[in-house]
């Protein structure tokens, strides 16, 4: 599986942004699809995930302010990201797991097997 994360810049904070991760040798429809974030200094950390069975998953420091959606005819996977604060700046990552991971799974990085590039997002104050 491949995985190209792009959609990242400079936004002020407040302002959105759309993440999209295109996916090309499976279809999304068929893994959990999963967005981490990783600040300088910082451990990487769950964002939000879209299972197979359409399930979706937040932190709960993003709920209500992002959005994972899933595109299967372009086999893409979104992340909308409203109401951004300097706090959500970080490289953003898609990656891709099996399609019923549990919930404790999917939020943790070690439950997905491919993983794209990352996308930098900078929030300014």
């Known amino acids: 599986v491949q995985l190209q994360a792009s959609g990242g810049g400079l936004v002020p904070a407040g302002g959105s942004l759309r993440l999209s991760c295109a996916a090309s040798?499976?279809?999304?429809?068929?893994?959990?699809m999963g967005w981490f974030r990783q600040a300088p200094g910082k451990e990487r950390e769950f964002v939000s995930a879209?299972?197979?069975?359409?399930?979706?998953y937040y932190a709960d420091s993003v709920k209500g302010r992002f959005t994972i959606s899933r595109d299967n005819a372009k086999n893409t996977v979104y992340l909308r990201m409203n109401s951004l604060n300097p706090e959500d700046t970080a490289f953003y990552y898609c990656?891709?797991?099996?399609?019923?991971?549990?919930?404790?799974?999917?939020?943790?990085?070690?439950?997905?097997?491919?993983w794209g590039q990352g996308t930098l997002v900078t929030v300014s104050s």
């Open positions: 990656a891709a797991g099996g399609g019923r991971l549990i919930v404790s799974v999917l939020k943790g990085a070690g439950g997905y097997d491919y």
């Open positions: 040798g499976r279809t999304v429809s068929s893994v959990t």
């Open positions: 879209f299972r197979s069975n359409g399930g979706t």
